[in-house]
């Protein structure tokens, strides 16, 4: 029998609209701008609400750049993304759902994660769940900062209109 899929969840509170935070997390050509992780995102495809990329990290400490192609779905009326990588690299299989829920604070925006490592991948499950788990708040913190700069940015010029 094979183990459960490993899976992570994790959730941040951004005070800012929901149309914005949607509009900036969702606009994957700018992720590199938006995120610390991504050297570049290259649109391969986009049709509706689906749209196909390719992402690619900083090199690691090798000099290794990891790069693979991911297609998500967006549900703006529901508030969620569904997400795979279509090319899984060390991933036997990767989903990802994002869900974004108004709330008094702001919106809550909540990463799941769920996949399984290839048997020879450079981390197990539990490693990889690790690394996601450590790198999901450091990039929900810079988009936190960065969505609520732009919502104070954007009401600052309203203001002065």
Do not use: C
């Not at 290259?42 to 049709?47: A, M, N, S, Y």
């Not at 390719?54 to 991911?70: C, E, F, I, N, T």
């Not at 969620?80 to 990588?85: C, D, M, N, P």
């Amino acid at each position: 029998m094979r183990p459960a899929p490993a899976r992570t969840e994790n959730s941040v509170v951004i005070d800012a609209p929901f149309d914005l935070l949607w509009d900036m997390t969702n606009d994957v050509a700018n992720w590199p701008n938006l995120f610390s992780e991504y050297a570049t995102a290259e649109i391969l495809d986009q049709h509706g609400d689906t749209v196909r990329f390719r992402l690619a990290l900083h090199p690691d400490d090798d000099g290794k750049v990891w790069s693979w192609v991911s297609e998500r779905v967006m549900d703006r009326g529901n508030g969620t993304v569904r997400a795979h990588r279509v090319e899984t690299g060390p991933f036997e299989f990767m989903d990802i759902h994002w869900a974004y829920v108004q709330i008094d604070a702001g919106v809550s925006m909540r990463w799941v994660q769920e996949f399984r490592m290839k048997p020879d991948a450079p981390l197990d499950d539990t490693g990889m769940t690790h690394r996601i788990n450590a790198n999901s708040k450091v990039q929900m913190a810079l988009i936190k900062e960065r969505v609520e700069a732009a919502a104070r940015a954007n009401a600052a010029t309203a203001v002065a209109r």
